[in-house]
Each structure stands twice: as C-alpha cells, then as structure tokens.
C-alpha cells in the first residue's frame, strides 16, 4: 500500500473498491474543491467530501446559524446559534477528519471575488440558495473549463447536475430568466431532501475528481420526492445561448455605463450606485436608453433586472449586464 495516503485505515472501505483504490485516493487526497453554501445542500456535500479524504476545502457563506436552519443542517447544533456558518462548518469538518484543510470565508460570492475564490480549485460545488450566485459561477467555471456541480431544492423536488469542465454551462440548459425566485426561506423545504441531493452534489464530485467514465459532466438529474420519482438528461450537445446577461459587481461599472435601479424607495431607499436611475413604472414609459452604451440593470436578487434584460433586448439592447444587490 503507498504510504503517500493519509490514514488508509480510514479510508479502507473505498479504497478496496476497484474505482478508488490507491491511485484514486492520492486523487482526493491532492484535490480541491470550493463548497458556495453552507446550508442544507452544503452540509452533506461537505461532510462526504471531507469524509471521503478530499485534501483541501475553500467554503464560503455569508450567513449565521439560525435556529430556523438546525432541521436541514446537521452539521449545526444550538450551540452554534448566531455563529458564522462558514465558520462553524469548517471546525466540525477538522475535528472529523484532521487531514482535510479546511478553509472557511465568511462572505457573500460575488462577481467581483469569484475568480480569487476559485483560483487553484478542481470542481466547484454550488450549494447556495441564489440563483445569481449559481449563474455567475456557471459563467466563471465556463470561460475556465472547471467543473461546476450544481443544485437546487424547493419543497420536496429539486435537482442536481454537473456542468462546465468539457461539458455545457448551466446557461446552456437553463438560458432563461428563472420563473421564480423562491427560496427555502419563504417557501419551505423537508430537510431529506436537500440531504439526498447534497449527498448527490458529492458524489458528483468524487466522480469528477476520480476521472470515472462515464463522466456524470453533462448529466442533469431532476427529482421529485412526492412520487419518489427521478429522471436523468444527457445534455452534452446543448447550445450555449447566443445572448447572455451576465452579473458584475458595483466595481464594474464603468463612467459610460447607463444604470437603472428597479428597486422602489421603499424597498431601497438608497440607489445601487450614485449615477443610477430608479425604474418603478412600466417598460414602455422608459425609451431613452442609448443602444451604443452598455446598460447595468440592478434589482435585490437579480431577477427583475434579468426579466426586464430579456424586454429590452427585443428592443434592440443586448449589451446589458446584471446586478443583484444582496449579493453584494
């Protein structure tokens, strides 16, 4: 046995396995792997990933414990209460395995720190409850061929695939504006199954970072926990589309950009930026936007500005980029 691999006493049972075995461990073992999200999908997705003897962890999350969250999250007790997830989620992973560096960020992934955040990563795993989160990093790993293993889990159904690398971004299967921006926090979910389909994330990932073939990159899985029912796409054919919006942050905005907030002043009472204009009435009473001008859209989580993007570009306007301002 290669004495290179850390504790194999630990990690016997999947090192016997033909599609581990020594060659494979020393692949997790010199891995890195970036977990966004903390929550209900994090947590499985970093306790198998950690478990298994992936060698390094980045993961970043802005958010504290709550008591609302100790259903879904087990890697959370009351004692943790107010504390930083990211935090709190890394010393449980070293207390479990020692030889797994785990590094916590307590912040929000943004535009502006996605490519530090994955420098040097080998698969990133989307576990966070934000679905411009999830798209600006499809467009990250995309332009840097890094494997993406993603997810999303509402009620009883969600889904989990693995994008980018040599296989089709998230924008590729989903090109659209999302039909809703519900989330966990407002429209509930059973606490099985974001640990099913975090569990799923990791395995994923393993996957990737093992090289087995077939490769699960270009594989979506959809489920449906109400009829225990799950079906699989192959999209590894899928087109990208020919007009994106992508998400930037304050710090991209350039002097020649035209900026609109879509926010009202009850809702956010202070603009996005200094030069942006506020937006509340209906589309047809703004006209005198500059085709020639890139045009920054801004609402709370992005999906106004990404709908009215969509409108404005049957108008014409396609150099349009996005802002969501609570991922700031």
Not at 88 to 115: F, Q
Not at 191 to 209: D, F, H, N, R
Not at 282 to 287: G, I, S
């Amino acid at each position: 046995m290669d004495q290179r691999v850390q504790d194999i006493g630990r990690y016997h049972r999947q090192m016997i396995l033909p599609e581990v075995g020594t060659k494979g461990q020393l692949r997790l073992q010199d891995a890195h792997v970036l977990v966004v999200g903390a929550g209900g999908l994090g947590c499985p997705a970093l306790q198998y990933l950690s478990g298994a003897g992936v060698g390094r962890i980045s993961i970043i999350d802005h958010d504290h414990v709550e008591l609302s969250n100790l259903h879904r999250q087990p890697l959370f007790g009351m004692a943790d209460l107010g504390q930083p997830k990211a935090e709190i989620a890394a010393n449980k992973l070293r207390e479990a395995n020692p030889a797994t560096v785990v590094t916590p960020h307590v912040a929000a992934l943004t535009p502006a720190n996605v490519t530090k955040l994955c420098d040097g990563v080998d698969v990133v795993v989307d576990a966070a409850d934000s679905f411009a989160v999830t798209y600006t990093l499809s467009d990250h790993c995309h332009r840097q061929r890094m494997p993406l293993i993603a997810a999303s889990a509402l009620g009883l159904s969600g889904y989990v695939g693995a994008f980018c690398g040599n296989a089709p971004s998230l924008r590729a299967v989903f090109p659209s504006a999302p039909g809703t921006s519900a989330r966990c926090t407002d429209s509930g979910v059973l606490g099985p199954v974001v640990g099913m389909i975090g569990t799923m994330q990791a395995q994923m990932t393993l996957q990737v970072l093992l090289g087995h073939q077939p490769s699960p990159l270009g594989i979506l899985v959809n489920i449906d926990m109400r009829t225990h029912h799950f079906s699989q796409i192959d999209f590894c054919n899928a087109p990208e589309p020919d007009v994106l919006f992508p998400f930037i942050s304050i710090s991209d905005i350039a002097e020649t950009d035209q900026i609109i907030d879509l926010r009202p002043e009850t809702e956010s009472p202070t603009l996005a930026h200094p030069r942006a204009v506020r937006w509340c009435g209906p589309l047809a009473d703004y006209t005198e936007l500059s085709t020639s001008r890139r045009t920054v859209i801004c609402c709370k989580s992005g999906l106004r500005a990404w709908r009215t993007a969509e409108q404005l570009a049957e108008r014409g306007l396609t150099n349009i980029c996005l802002h969501a301002a609570e991922e700031s």
